[in-house]
T-cell receptor
Protein backbone atom coordinates (compact mmCIF):
# COMPACT_ATOMS: atom_id res chain seq x y z
CA UNK A 1 0.00 0.00 0.00
CA UNK A 2 1.15 3.51 -0.68
CA UNK A 3 1.83 5.58 2.42
CA UNK A 4 0.26 8.83 3.50
CA UNK A 5 1.06 11.62 1.09
CA UNK A 6 0.97 15.35 1.67
CA UNK A 7 1.16 18.20 -0.79
CA UNK A 8 2.86 20.51 -1.11
CA UNK A 9 5.97 19.59 0.85
CA UNK A 10 7.14 23.18 1.22
CA UNK A 11 5.25 26.45 1.06
CA UNK A 12 6.15 30.07 1.58
CA UNK A 13 3.39 32.60 2.16
CA UNK A 14 3.11 36.14 3.49
CA UNK A 15 1.08 37.40 6.42
CA UNK A 16 -2.59 37.80 5.67
CA UNK A 17 -2.68 35.21 2.92
CA UNK A 18 -4.51 31.94 3.16
CA UNK A 19 -3.20 28.45 2.46
CA UNK A 20 -4.64 25.00 1.71
CA UNK A 21 -2.75 21.83 2.48
CA UNK A 22 -3.71 18.39 1.20
CA UNK A 23 -3.42 14.92 2.68
CA UNK A 24 -4.13 11.59 1.02
CA UNK A 25 -4.47 8.76 3.54
CA UNK A 26 -3.52 5.15 3.16
CA UNK A 27 -6.10 3.33 1.06
CA UNK A 28 -8.89 2.05 3.26
CA UNK A 29 -8.16 4.41 6.14
CA UNK A 30 -11.15 6.54 7.10
CA UNK A 31 -9.65 8.75 9.77
CA UNK A 32 -7.33 11.65 9.02
CA UNK A 33 -5.84 13.78 11.77
CA UNK A 34 -3.87 16.99 11.42
CA UNK A 35 -1.07 18.19 13.68
CA UNK A 36 1.04 21.31 13.94
CA UNK A 37 4.63 21.03 15.05
CA UNK A 38 6.68 24.05 16.10
CA UNK A 39 9.98 24.20 17.96
CA UNK A 40 8.37 25.94 20.90
CA UNK A 41 5.13 23.96 21.27
CA UNK A 42 6.05 20.56 19.91
CA UNK A 43 3.35 18.48 18.29
CA UNK A 44 -0.19 19.74 18.79
CA UNK A 45 -3.43 18.19 17.65
CA UNK A 46 -5.47 20.32 15.25
CA UNK A 47 -8.46 18.18 14.30
CA UNK A 48 -9.56 14.77 13.17
CA UNK A 49 -11.92 13.86 10.36
CA UNK A 50 -13.74 10.60 10.01
CA UNK A 51 -16.17 9.78 7.22
CA UNK A 52 -16.28 13.42 6.07
CA UNK A 53 -17.17 14.70 9.56
CA UNK A 54 -14.98 16.51 12.03
CA UNK A 55 -14.87 14.12 14.97
CA UNK A 56 -12.49 15.95 17.27
CA UNK A 57 -10.90 19.34 17.48
CA UNK A 58 -7.90 20.79 19.30
CA UNK A 59 -7.49 24.27 20.74
CA UNK A 60 -6.76 26.29 17.65
CA UNK A 61 -8.49 29.46 16.44
CA UNK A 62 -11.19 29.39 13.81
CA UNK A 63 -8.67 30.45 11.17
CA UNK A 64 -7.72 26.79 11.05
CA UNK A 65 -10.29 24.65 9.31
CA UNK A 66 -10.44 21.42 7.43
CA UNK A 67 -12.59 19.07 5.49
CA UNK A 68 -12.62 15.50 4.29
CA UNK A 69 -13.90 14.19 1.00
CA UNK A 70 -15.77 10.99 0.25
CA UNK A 71 -12.51 9.30 -0.81
CA UNK A 72 -11.07 10.16 2.67
CA UNK A 73 -8.64 12.71 1.27
CA UNK A 74 -8.47 15.72 3.54
CA UNK A 75 -7.59 19.36 3.19
CA UNK A 76 -6.59 21.84 5.84
CA UNK A 77 -7.02 25.57 5.38
CA UNK A 78 -5.45 28.42 7.31
CA UNK A 79 -6.81 31.87 6.64
CA UNK A 80 -5.26 35.24 7.46
CA UNK A 81 -1.84 33.76 8.05
CA UNK A 82 0.26 34.98 10.95
CA UNK A 83 3.99 34.67 11.47
CA UNK A 84 3.34 32.19 14.27
CA UNK A 85 1.66 29.82 11.84
CA UNK A 86 5.07 28.91 10.45
CA UNK A 87 5.35 25.24 11.30
CA UNK A 88 5.50 21.70 10.04
CA UNK A 89 1.97 20.46 9.42
CA UNK A 90 1.58 16.72 9.63
CA UNK A 91 -1.34 14.55 8.80
CA UNK A 92 -1.83 10.99 9.90
CA UNK A 93 -4.32 8.35 8.87
CA UNK A 94 -5.70 5.34 10.64
CA UNK A 95 -8.26 2.65 10.02
CA UNK A 96 -10.29 3.82 13.02
CA UNK A 97 -12.34 0.65 13.00
CA UNK A 98 -13.19 0.67 16.69
CA UNK A 99 -10.02 -1.08 17.79
CA UNK A 100 -6.81 0.47 19.04
CA UNK A 101 -5.41 2.05 15.92
CA UNK A 102 -1.89 2.78 14.82
CA UNK A 103 -1.47 6.12 13.12
CA UNK A 104 0.56 6.45 9.96
CA UNK A 105 2.12 9.84 9.38
CA UNK A 106 2.74 11.70 6.17
CA UNK A 107 6.03 13.51 5.46
CA UNK A 108 4.55 16.87 6.41
CA UNK A 109 4.19 20.25 4.77
CA UNK A 110 6.63 22.87 5.98
CA UNK A 111 4.91 26.25 5.92
CA UNK A 112 6.90 29.45 6.25
CA UNK A 113 5.01 32.71 6.76
CA UNK A 114 6.98 35.86 6.00
CA UNK B 1 0.75 19.22 35.49
CA UNK B 2 1.23 17.94 31.95
CA UNK B 3 -0.74 14.86 31.06
CA UNK B 4 2.37 13.22 29.62
CA UNK B 5 6.01 13.81 30.48
CA UNK B 6 9.13 12.44 28.88
CA UNK B 7 12.63 12.19 30.24
CA UNK B 8 15.30 13.00 29.53
CA UNK B 9 14.74 15.89 27.13
CA UNK B 10 18.17 15.44 25.58
CA UNK B 11 20.41 12.43 25.53
CA UNK B 12 23.84 11.83 24.06
CA UNK B 13 25.46 8.42 23.83
CA UNK B 14 28.41 6.65 22.34
CA UNK B 15 27.78 4.03 19.71
CA UNK B 16 27.01 0.70 21.33
CA UNK B 17 25.51 2.08 24.53
CA UNK B 18 22.17 0.96 25.95
CA UNK B 19 19.60 3.78 25.84
CA UNK B 20 16.47 4.24 27.93
CA UNK B 21 13.83 6.90 27.35
CA UNK B 22 10.96 7.25 29.80
CA UNK B 23 7.37 8.38 29.46
CA UNK B 24 4.99 8.97 32.37
CA UNK B 25 1.35 9.92 32.04
CA UNK B 26 -1.50 10.83 34.32
CA UNK B 27 -4.64 10.04 32.31
CA UNK B 28 -6.49 6.93 31.26
CA UNK B 29 -5.41 5.66 27.89
CA UNK B 30 -6.36 3.07 25.33
CA UNK B 31 -2.80 2.83 23.99
CA UNK B 32 0.61 4.42 24.17
CA UNK B 33 2.67 4.94 21.05
CA UNK B 34 6.35 5.58 20.49
CA UNK B 35 7.32 7.63 17.45
CA UNK B 36 10.67 8.39 15.87
CA UNK B 37 11.26 11.66 14.06
CA UNK B 38 14.41 12.17 12.05
CA UNK B 39 15.78 15.57 11.01
CA UNK B 40 13.66 16.74 8.10
CA UNK B 41 10.45 15.93 9.91
CA UNK B 42 9.33 12.46 8.84
CA UNK B 43 7.65 10.54 11.64
CA UNK B 44 7.69 6.77 11.91
CA UNK B 45 5.54 4.84 14.34
CA UNK B 46 7.77 2.43 16.28
CA UNK B 47 5.41 0.77 18.74
CA UNK B 48 1.82 0.80 19.87
CA UNK B 49 1.33 -0.65 23.35
CA UNK B 50 -1.64 -1.32 25.54
CA UNK B 51 0.12 -3.74 27.89
CA UNK B 52 3.36 -5.62 28.43
CA UNK B 53 6.35 -5.45 26.18
CA UNK B 54 7.16 -5.38 22.48
CA UNK B 55 10.46 -5.90 20.68
CA UNK B 56 11.49 -4.96 17.18
CA UNK B 57 15.11 -5.47 16.28
CA UNK B 58 17.23 -3.48 18.73
CA UNK B 59 14.21 -1.60 20.08
CA UNK B 60 12.19 -2.70 23.09
CA UNK B 61 9.15 -0.92 24.49
CA UNK B 62 7.48 -1.67 27.80
CA UNK B 63 4.43 -0.30 29.53
CA UNK B 64 3.18 -0.58 33.11
CA UNK B 65 -0.49 0.39 33.10
CA UNK B 66 -0.80 0.46 36.91
CA UNK B 67 2.15 2.83 37.26
CA UNK B 68 1.23 4.81 34.12
CA UNK B 69 4.75 4.53 32.79
CA UNK B 70 6.42 3.36 29.61
CA UNK B 71 10.04 2.98 28.57
CA UNK B 72 11.71 2.75 25.19
CA UNK B 73 15.04 0.93 25.16
CA UNK B 74 17.60 0.88 22.38
CA UNK B 75 20.25 -1.81 22.63
CA UNK B 76 23.62 -1.44 20.91
CA UNK B 77 22.83 2.13 19.84
CA UNK B 78 24.05 3.35 16.46
CA UNK B 79 24.46 6.86 14.99
CA UNK B 80 21.48 6.20 12.72
CA UNK B 81 19.34 6.00 15.87
CA UNK B 82 19.90 9.74 16.31
CA UNK B 83 16.43 11.25 16.20
CA UNK B 84 13.71 12.69 18.38
CA UNK B 85 11.65 10.04 20.14
CA UNK B 86 8.11 11.01 21.07
CA UNK B 87 5.63 9.17 23.20
CA UNK B 88 1.98 9.84 22.73
CA UNK B 89 -1.26 8.63 24.15
CA UNK B 90 -4.50 7.46 22.57
CA UNK B 91 -7.30 8.46 24.92
CA UNK B 92 -10.17 6.53 23.42
CA UNK B 93 -11.05 3.74 21.04
CA UNK B 94 -13.53 5.88 19.15
CA UNK B 95 -11.38 8.88 18.51
CA UNK B 96 -7.77 9.08 17.55
CA UNK B 97 -7.12 12.29 19.44
CA UNK B 98 -3.58 12.05 20.67
CA UNK B 99 -1.64 13.70 23.46
CA UNK B 100 2.04 14.12 22.76
CA UNK B 101 5.08 14.18 24.96
CA UNK B 102 7.64 16.89 24.30
CA UNK B 103 10.12 14.41 22.85
CA UNK B 104 13.61 13.19 23.70
CA UNK B 105 16.39 14.29 21.38
CA UNK B 106 18.92 11.46 21.08
CA UNK B 107 22.35 11.87 19.55
CA UNK B 108 24.54 8.82 19.16
CA UNK B 109 28.18 9.49 18.35
CA UNK B 110 30.47 7.01 16.62
Amino acid sequence: KAGVTQTPRYLIKTRGQQVTLSCSPISGHRSVSWYQQTPGQGLQFLFEYFSETQRNKGNFPGRFSGRQFSNSRSEMNVSTLELGDSALYLCASSASDGRINEQFFGPGTRLTVL
Amino acid sequence: KNEVEQSPQNLTAQEGEFITINCSYSVGISALHWLQQHPGGGIVSLFMLSSGKKKHGRLIATINIQEKHSSLHITASHPRDSAVYICHLSRSYNTDKLIFGTGTRLQVFP
